[in-house]
């Protein structure tokens, strides 16, 4: 195991390089000098060891780098760790037996595995062991377990999602509003790249074999974060209708007409979407209404949190970039911190988008055209709500403002911040 902890900690030699900056890394800086302890949740492969390591960095160059511990619990080394919390403090006692230096900063990666992480982390954490905790997650539902109500107030959660539009121009090197106008043919090209892939990094970078990391990717949620985590019997069942819903994203459903097309009962439709989306492979949305007893007795929509998994593992007999297309402006939207639902009452509005106070209607066209023009604009000129902004988002046709609707192009609206 001592092989094992030099092998994870190679900043106790020399700092990490080749790191791709994110967007929510300075935030995590601001909150490195409070004691509570930082939770980063989200999908594999969307960067939270990436960012572990540019906060060790950090950590770095005022500490002895010897002093920060990092783990990886998905390492099949930490295997006899899995089954009690306890064993966890033979890391500690490990990492100064082979350093010298007593651990201050402790990262621990995938903490899901251990049986009752909570356990050995609250006692770290208020006996003073450490000078502060880092943890990270692949399930939504990291902190809701029984064990996780004792670390009540004492922890601070970050969701992490995979890289937006502006994130992946600022790594391609288009970093002002100058270089995206003069490189818009390339911005265009990874917005077609991220339609059929998705946004994760590694698959970006990847000159060959995208799809074969994307399904990689995948199999490595199903089968661990989905089916393993959740002790679910029925693999087979469970991969039907993760598959179909993937197949049917955008598409209004009922966990009835669900459990119809598939012969399952609608009861483990629900556990299974549920779990799907504790992974975070879709997120379900609901109809947009002032009444919760609504939302509930509408019919619902899933959508995918990467479109490498939408175009990559759903059945279709060719491209569909209507929906890959609406499913990308959902993520961009979802890792922008936005709460999403959609309006099907009377007429059709794809996005009712809601951040603190700011409210925004979204319709989705690929390519706007005279023949599907009135459609488009019909749901944002009927919709009621008071609305910041009425968006019409296309591929890349932009027209300003007309009658309160603004046509705005993907690339135009996702290189900066969105404002009210």
């Given at each position: 195991?001592?092989?094992a902890?030099?092998?994870h900690?190679?900043?106790?030699k020399k700092?990490?390089?080749?790191?791709?900056?994110?967007?929510?890394?300075?935030?995590?800086?601001?909150?490195?000098?409070?004691k509570?302890?930082?939770?980063l949740?989200?999908i594999?492969?969307?960067?939270?060891?990436?960012?572990?390591?540019?906060?060790?960095?950090?950590?770095?160059?005022?500490?002895d780098?010897?002093?920060?511990l990092y783990?990886?619990?998905?390492d099949?080394?930490?295997?006899?760790?899995?089954n009690?919390?306890?064993?966890?403090?033979?890391?500690?006692?490990?990492?100064?037996?082979?350093?010298?230096?007593?651990v201050?900063?402790?990262?621990?990666?995938?903490?899901?595995?251990?049986?009752?992480?909570?356990?050995?982390?609250?006692?770290?954490?208020?006996?003073?062991?450490?000078k502060?905790?880092?943890?990270?997650g692949?399930?939504?539902?990291?902190?809701e377990?029984?064990y996780?109500?004792?670390l009540?107030?004492?922890?601070?959660?970050?969701?992490?999602?995979?890289?937006?539009?502006?994130?992946?121009?600022?790594?391609?090197?288009?970093?002002?509003r100058?270089e995206?106008?003069?490189r818009?043919a390339e911005?265009?090209?990874?917005?077609?790249?991220?339609?059929?892939?998705?946004?994760?990094?590694?698959?970006l970078?990847?000159?060959?074999h995208?799809r074969d990391?994307?399904?990689?990717y995948?199999?490595?949620?199903?089968f661990?974060?989905?089916?393993?985590?959740?002790?679910?019997?029925?693999?087979k069942?469970?991969k039907?209708?993760a598959h179909?819903?993937i197949?049917?994203?955008?598409?209004?459903?009922s966990?009835?007409s669900?459990?119809?097309?598939?012969?399952?009962?609608?009861?483990?439709?629900?556990?299974?979407?549920?779990?799907?989306?504790?992974?975070?492979?879709c997120q379900?949305?609901?109809?947009?209404?002032?009444s919760?007893?609504?939302?509930?007795?509408?019919?619902?929509?899933?959508?995918?949190?990467?479109?490498?998994?939408l175009?990559?593992?759903?059945?279709?007999?060719s491209?569909?970039?209507?929906?890959?297309f609406?499913?990308?402006v959902?993520?961009?939207?979802?890792?922008r911190?936005?709460?999403?639902?959609?309006?099907n009452?009377?007429?059709?509005?794809?996005?009712?988008?809601?951040?603190?106070e700011?409210l925004?209607?979204?319709?989705?066209c690929?390519?706007?055209t005279?023949?599907?023009?009135?459609?488009?604009?019909?749901?944002?000129?009927?919709?009621?709500?008071?609305?910041?902004r009425?968006?019409?988002?296309?591929?890349?046709?932009?027209?300003?403002v007309?009658?309160?609707?603004?046509v705005?192009?993907?690339?135009?609206?996702?290189?900066?911040?969105i404002?009210?």
């Amino acid at each position: 195991m001592e092989k094992a902890l030099i092998t994870h900690n190679k900043h106790w030699k020399k700092p990490y390089d080749g790191l791709y900056q994110r967007s929510v890394y300075l935030k995590l800086i601001d909150l490195i000098s409070l004691k509570q302890i930082q939770v980063l949740k989200g999908i594999r492969r969307s960067g939270k060891t990436t960012l572990f390591r540019l906060l060790i960095n950090h950590l770095s160059e005022t500490v002895d780098p010897r002093s920060i511990l990092y783990v990886n619990l998905d390492d099949p080394y930490f295997s006899d760790l899995y089954n009690s919390s306890k064993s966890l403090y033979s890391l500690l006692e490990l990492s100064e037996k082979v350093t010298g230096i007593p651990v201050q900063y402790l990262f621990l990666d995938e903490v899901q595995n251990v049986d009752a992480w909570e356990k050995f982390v609250k006692a770290i954490y208020d006996n003073e062991v450490v000078k502060k905790i880092f943890v990270t997650g692949s399930n939504s539902s990291l902190l809701e377990g029984e064990y996780a109500k004792l670390l009540s107030g004492r922890y601070i959660e970050t969701e992490i999602h995979a890289p937006t539009f502006s994130e992946v121009l600022n790594v391609r090197g288009i970093k002002s509003r100058f270089e995206l106008i003069d490189r818009k043919a390339e911005a265009l090209r990874l917005v077609d790249e991220m339609m059929e892939f998705g946004s994760f990094f590694e698959v970006l970078d990847a000159q060959e074999h995208k799809r074969d990391i994307i399904l990689s990717y995948y199999d490595t949620i199903v089968f661990k974060d989905c089916i393993a985590n959740n002790n679910l019997r029925d693999a087979k069942t469970f991969k039907e209708v993760a598959h179909f819903m993937i197949t049917n994203s955008a598409s209004l459903y009922s966990y009835t007409s669900v459990s119809k097309a598939l012969g399952v009962n609608d009861g483990t439709v629900k556990e299974y979407i549920h779990v799907l989306e504790d992974s975070y492979i879709c997120q379900e949305i609901k109809q947009y209404a002032f009444s919760l007893k609504e939302q509930i007795r509408s019919k619902k929509k899933v959508y995918i949190n990467d479109n490498g998994f939408l175009s990559q593992t759903s059945f279709k007999f060719s491209q569909n970039y209507g929906q890959t297309f609406e499913n990308l402006v959902y993520t961009e939207f979802n890792k922008r911190g936005y709460e999403v639902y959609f309006h099907n009452k009377d007429f059709e509005c794809d996005f009712i988008c809601k951040k603190g106070e700011q409210l925004l209607a979204v319709q989705v066209c690929y390519e706007l055209t005279p023949q599907n023009r009135p459609r488009e604009f019909s749901g944002l000129e009927k919709l009621k709500l008071k609305t910041g902004r009425k968006l019409l988002v296309t591929y890349n046709q932009s027209e300003g403002v007309a009658d309160g609707v603004e046509v705005i192009a993907f690339w135009d609206l996702f290189s900066e911040e969105i404002t009210s």
